[in-house]
């Protein structure tokens, strides 16, 4: 997996996060290994800030998610996505992670969005399942 550039979106981060031993969890566990190269965007991060305190099983305070995110950050290639949109994208809300991926030169985006699955006849997208199978170990 050394030298694979990823996008992770907000599910593949919080699944990761409150389930480690799953498929999620062991992208995001590779990843801190230093085992793969992970793009993220302020978006993906900010979103990250707002989804965690309504999760019960990830019990964090807001100091201790600020943190975390602070140390995402420095672990990740931070990018700023471009203006590109693409109108065959169902959720609007997905344009920023989208740009995300065609900003940040990478082989994937991995995410559990149906919305952004539904466009992987036309962009590098995958489920954290169909990652791990082609990249796991």
Do not use: C
């Not at 979106?9 to 992208?27: E, F, H």
């Amino acid at each position: 997996m050394p030298g694979l550039r990823v996008v992770l979106d907000t599910n593949v981060l919080v699944s990761g996060l409150a389930y480690p031993g799953s498929i999620p969890g062991r992208i995001v566990d590779r990843w801190r290994q230093g085992g793969l190269e992970v793009v993220l965007s302020h978006y993906i991060l900010d979103e990250l800030v707002r989804v965690l305190p309504r999760l019960p099983r990830v019990q964090l305070a807001p100091t201790e998610i600020r943190d975390l995110v602070d140390s995402l950050m420095f672990m990740a290639d931070l990018v700023e996505p471009g203006p590109a949109q693409d109108s065959t994208l169902r959720d609007p809300n997905d344009q920023p992670v989208l740009a995300t991926l065609q900003s940040a030169n990478a082989q994937y985006l991995i995410t559990g969005d149906k919305d952004l699955l539904a466009l992987a006849a036309s962009y590098p997208i995958i489920t954290p399942s169909e990652f791990w199978a082609r990249h796991g170990s």
